[in-house]
Each structure stands twice: as C-alpha cells, then as structure tokens.
T-cell receptor, first 116, second 116 residues
C-alpha cells in the first residue's frame, strides 16, 4: 500500500529538549515536504526536498532542520523547541516525473506537537 | 510571492444541495497547478481535485467540479448533491516548480458543514 508514515503521532515535550519527527514514504518519490498547520493560517511549508541531499527552505523554516540522506526518509528536527512551535505537522511526498497525476501530493497522518 | 485567499471561513449547506467554495490566488507565473484538499475531523489531508493551469477545461471528479478562471486567478470548488460525509475543512492550494524550487501555498481554509 502506497503511504507516508510519520512518527510519533502525538508528542508533548518541554522547551529546549531536542526532538525529531520521522517521515518515510514507500513510493520512491523524489519530492518531500514538511508543513505546519495552525488555526486560521492553513498549512505552511517549512522545508522541502527535491531529491537525496537536496533540501531548501519553505516559508517558515526558522527553528527547524531537515535532512535527506535516503530517498524514502525526510526527518524534521527541532534542535531547541519553543512553545510557538506547538502545532500540527504534516509530511508529504510526490513525484513530478511528468506522467498524468504524478504531481499529486500524498500526506502523512500528521503529528500533534505540544511544547510546554 | 504567490498568495492564496479563501474568503469564506465557514459555510453550511443542506444535504443534497449544491455549494460553491471560493478561492483566489495571485501569481505572475503562467504554468502551475491548483488543488482542493479536504480535511475531515480525522485530520487526514485528502486530495479532492486538481487542475493544471495550461488546461482550459475545468476538472471534474464525480460530485466535485471546479470553475477555473485563469485570467481572473479564481479557482472555485462546486460540490453537488452534498452529503454528510462532505463535512470537513477544505483547503485551496497552489503549486509551482521551476529553477530548483518547489513551492506549495495553501489558503487558510473553509470549514464546510453539511446539515441533515
């Protein structure tokens, strides 16, 4: 089954304690993204990757890091979380290989993060 | 910079009726993709419909159709024969890739409630 998985699904942590949210896809997609969703703001792109070792900033990258060492994995790292990073996070992947419909993003189930 | 605007924070419709959700966007690009996503209470992001900007024909998917007006930069979603399961948050999204960038811009969402 084609899917994007994220772990953990729920996380409560304290300010300053480093954390990593994992993301993995089994569709051999080149493109992967991280988003955060906040009430009244919709989804905002944090970082994206267009292939292994190729990453770039989205619209709200401050306070986050990512890496893409393998095609299937795209972890999101919060080195020193702060309360304003409390949010719902989504990982997504897609392929832009040119075939009809391959520009469609597949989303993970979301990670609810609370930073106290 | 591209922007996506959904001017209707909340809407309601009677079961079996038709409803239209509005979306406008701003871009200087000529080639891009537009999407409508549905987010039910489960929080999962589900693709409803997609439209390539170079295609003049409006996309349709069963009860869902769009009215794409490229010159006016408008991309509304029409839901026919509304069902209780259509109750969800709906997000309009713009996507563009070029010159090594991959941008996904979402609107702030419209919360739709289908009434029995």
């Amino acid at each position: 089954e084609a899917q994007v998985t994220q772990n953990p699904r729920y996380l409560i942590t304290v300010t300053g304690k480093k954390l990593t949210v994992t993301c993995s896809q089994n569709m051999n997609h080149e493109y992967m993204s991280w988003y955060r969703q906040d009430p009244g703001l919709g989804l905002r792109q944090i970082y994206y990757s267009m292939n292994v070792e190729v990453t770039d900033k989205g619209d709200v990258p401050e306070g986050y890091k990512v890496s893409r060492k393998e095609k299937r994995n795209f972890p999101l790292i919060l080195e020193s979380p702060s309360p304003n990073q409390t949010s719902l996070y989504f990982c997504a992947s897609n392929s832009l290989a040119g075939a009809e419909g391959t520009d469609t993003q597949y989303f993970g189930p979301g990670t609810r993060l609370t930073v106290l | 910079a591209q922007t996506v605007t959904q001017s209707q924070p909340e809407m309601s419709v009677q079961e079996a009726e038709t409803v239209t959700l509005s979306c406008t966007y701003d871009t200087s690009e000529s080639d891009y993709y537009l999407f409508w996503y549905k987010q039910p209470p489960s929080r999962q992001m589900i693709l409803v419909i997609r439209q390539e900007a170079y295609k003049q024909q409006n996309a349709t998917e069963n009860r869902f159709s769009v009215n794409f007006q490229k010159a006016a930069k408008s991309f509304s979603l029409k839901i026919s024969d509304s069902q209780l399961g259509d109750t969800a948050m709906y997000f309009c999204a713009f996507m563009k890739t070029h010159s090594g960038t991959y941008k996904y811009i979402f609107g702030t969402g419209t919360r739709l409630k289908v009434l029995a």
